[in-house]
Every structure is written in C-alpha cells, then in structure tokens.
C-alpha cells in the first residue's frame, strides 16, 4: 500500500475506533458479544483482509505496515480486535505462509472479507508451553485423515469457519517433526466446540475448548502438502503473531496514559489538580517513555520482518517487553486514579483486566525468555556479534 493511502486507511480506523467503538466498549463487556453491525462495519474497512494478498481480496499490507493499523486498535477493548485478528493473524498465516496454492485460492478470500473466521488450534488440556508435545492424533486412511483429540482455550472457536490446527502425524516421533498442519471445516462431523470458557477480561472475545472425535479430513487439507512441518509453521506463524500482539500492547498503554492524564489533570486534591504533584508525573513519565520504547522497537523489527529478514527473536523481545510494559502502565494507571481506579466505572479497570493475558498467550513471557536466550546462546556458538 502506498504511504498515503495507509495514513488515510490509519486516520479512517483512529476516527472509527474512538468514536464508534470507545462508547460501545461497556455494552461489549456487560453482554460478551460485539454487535453485528460492527462485524460488518469491520468487514467493509477490509479488517478481516489487513494482512492478505490483495489478489486474494485483502488490503495486502506488510507487518511494518499493519503494525500502525494495531497500534489505533489497541486504544479500545481488545475483543474488538480479536474478531478479526485471528483472520489477520494466527488462523490465516498458516496457510499463507506454508499453504499450498489451492489451499491459498480457496480459504484466502473468504477469510480477507471475513465470510469465514479462522482460528489457530495448537494449544491443548496438556500441551501449553511445551507445544511440541501435543497429542491430537490424525491418523492417514486412504485419501483422508482420521483425527481425535481435544484442543483448549482457543480464540475464536464459537465463531470459527476453519481451524488450522496442528495434530500429531507420526506417534512414533513425540517430538515436534511427529506434527502436520491441516485445515479443518468447523462444520466437520464429529467436530464440537466446548460453552465459552468465563475468562477474567476481553470480555466479548471468546475462547473454548474444540473436540474431535473421528473427525475426517481429506488429505488435500494438509497444510502445504507435507506431514512432519506443522510444528515450524505454527512457530512461523507465532513469530509474526507476536509482533502484532506487541503492537496491540502499545496501543492499549497508549489509551491507559490518556485515561491516567485526563483523570490526573481533573482530580483535586490539597488544593490543586493531582497532575501537579511530581509523583503523580514521575509514573506518567515511566508509562510515556515505556510506551514509547515499545513502540520504537516494534517498528523496527516489524520493518525488517517485512524485508525478508529472520526476526524470530526480536519478535519475542517485542512480545516480552511490550506486554511486560502494558502490565505496568495498566497498574500505574489504576493507582493514579486511587480508589476510582478499582470501580468498573473507569475504563482503567476494565483495561487492567483485559491486558492480562497479554502475558500469557501466543507465549509467555517465560517463553519469551527462552526463544531469546537460546537464540542469544546459539549466536555466541557460531561466532556471530549480537
Ligand atoms: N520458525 C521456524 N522454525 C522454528 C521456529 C521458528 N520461529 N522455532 C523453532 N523452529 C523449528 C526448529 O528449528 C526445530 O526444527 P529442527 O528440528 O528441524 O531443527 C523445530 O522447530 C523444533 O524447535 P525447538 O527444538 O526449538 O522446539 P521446542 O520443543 O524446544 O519448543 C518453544 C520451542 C518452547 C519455543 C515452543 O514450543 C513455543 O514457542 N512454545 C510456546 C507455544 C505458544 O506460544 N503457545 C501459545 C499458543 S497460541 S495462543
């Protein structure tokens, strides 16, 4: 996309979200649930699509660009991006990066206008963490796939067209060549998605368990055609998914500030406006400069990841710091409002709750940890400089 016409498409999503979105955010979470008309209001800005070809139908942006798209996203309660970000993201990536041509013309799209929503089924009742050891089975019979297993906390299930879900091939292997991508129908008989898990925030997005049982899957649904490669896209598809979960971040520290300098500057106490006194600045100032940080490394990363290069490990130091981050400024936030920040009428609250989870899905901050320092020590192995 041309640099104007994403500066128009960012100013279009900035206006939407703070005028049309902001005051739904407490009608989204009291009911769970987004109204239709902003599904089909995302779907006309080409949401589903920010991040698929445009012969697929898509905007066809790079990740440097749908990076400032998630940064305006994020100033709202996250369940309104998770709608359509499994589409932009974890569910589509798959098979965009690893999919075979046909699997490519016949899911992209549908998923770039939002017709289908597509969702990522990797993590399971005993495989979080250690994702290498999930234990789905799809067994080959003849031109099709037998698969049983059951898969949890899965973003999107509910609402969900396809999986892509990554299930054990070879049970000979317990590690992670023993696992093949497919793409699954929701509709699949023998397929069924649990209630709505009862999360502590992002009220409005939901999450539940997805159970198979003799579900059969034709063997042209291998992702890109091989058995044995689903563990390294689903780590494809996580390194540029934590990027846009750590753009997200920025976004939801950037209204967390707006809402801790609006309330500084109103709220009286001794005498004056609390924003006056420099404790009260100091946090403003750790928030500011955090944020700020967060946002300046994502651009780069988020550039070289559009330029062809391996960012797998300043992804996760994106992801790492970023969420780490917006965990402190949610806390900063809710003491700079006091006692008000504890009360769900403040967004402050609400947002504190929702941020959560930023440390904890599409891999912990633990993980993070892990991908950086292994990467670091296999750097020092082969001589090169850090
Ligand atoms: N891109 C491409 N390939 C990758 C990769 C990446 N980012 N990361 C790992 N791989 C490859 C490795 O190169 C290795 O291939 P070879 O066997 O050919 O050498 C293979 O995948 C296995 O990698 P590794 O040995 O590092 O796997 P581990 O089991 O040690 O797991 C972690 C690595 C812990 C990093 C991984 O399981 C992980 O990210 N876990 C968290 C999962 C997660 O984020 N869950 C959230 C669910 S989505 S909401």
Redesign the pocket.
């Known amino acids: 996309m041309d640099k104007d016409t994403l500066e128009q498409t960012r100013l279009t999503l900035r206006r939407f979200v703070r005028e049309r979105l902001v005051p739904l955010e407490k009608q989204v979470a009291d009911e769970d649930r987004i109204p239709d008309e902003i599904r089909r209001a995302f779907a006309e800005m080409g949401l589903f699509g920010i991040s698929i070809p445009e012969e697929y139908g898509g905007l066809g942006l790079d990740l440097a660009e749908e990076v400032e798209l998630i940064f305006e996203m994020g100033w709202t309660s996250p369940a309104f991006r998770s709608m359509f970000g499994s589409n932009v993201g974890?569910g589509s990536q798959g098979i965009l990066i690893d999919g075979t041509p046909e699997q490519k013309q016949k899911w992209l799209p549908r998923l770039a206008s939002g017709e289908v929503i597509a969702s990522?089924a990797?993590?399971e009742p005993d495989a979080?963490?250690?994702?290498?050891g999930l234990r789905t089975r799809a067994e080959r019979q003849g031109d099709h796939y037998v698969i049983n297993g059951a898969k949890r906390y899965i973003?999107n299930a509910p609402q969900a067209g396809i999986f892509t879900l990554m299930a054990r091939t070879d049970p000979s292997n317990k590690?992670?060549?023993g696992i093949t991508a497919f793409i699954v129908e929701a509709n699949a008989p023998g397929l069924s998605v649990g209630k709505p898990d009862k999360k502590m925030g992002q009220r409005g997005a939901h999450t539940a368990d997805v159970i198979f049982d003799n579900v059969k899957v034709p063997a042209e649904n291998v992702i890109g055609g091989r058995e044995g490669q689903g563990?390294?896209t689903a780590?494809?598809v996580?390194?540029r998914g934590r990027l846009h979960i750590a753009a997200l971040c920025v976004g939801a520290a950037e209204r967390l500030i707006h809402e801790s300098v609006a309330y500084a500057r109103e709220r009286k106490q001794f005498g004056q406006s609390i924003a006056e006194f420099q404790l009260v600045q100091a946090m403003l100032a750790d928030s500011r400069t955090e944020a700020y940080a967060a946002r300046c490394m994502i651009r780069e990363a988020a550039a070289r990841y559009a330029a062809g290069e391996n960012v797998?490990m300043e992804a996760s130091c994106c992801k790492y710091y970023a969420s780490e981050m917006v965990g402190r400024v949610a806390d900063r936030a809710v003491q700079i409002h006091g006692g008000a920040g504890y009360m769900q009428e403040y967004a402050v609250e609400r947002f504190y709750r929702d941020v959560r989870l930023f440390r904890l899905?599409?891999?912990t901050s633990q993980?993070q940890q892990?991908?950086i320092a292994r990467q670091m020590l296999r750097q020092a192995e082969s001589g090169v400089e850090g």
């Open positions: 974890i990522f990797l993590t979080g963490s250690d994702a290498a973003t590690g992670a060549g563990f390294k780590m494809k996580l390194d797998s899905y599409e891999g993980i892990i991908v």
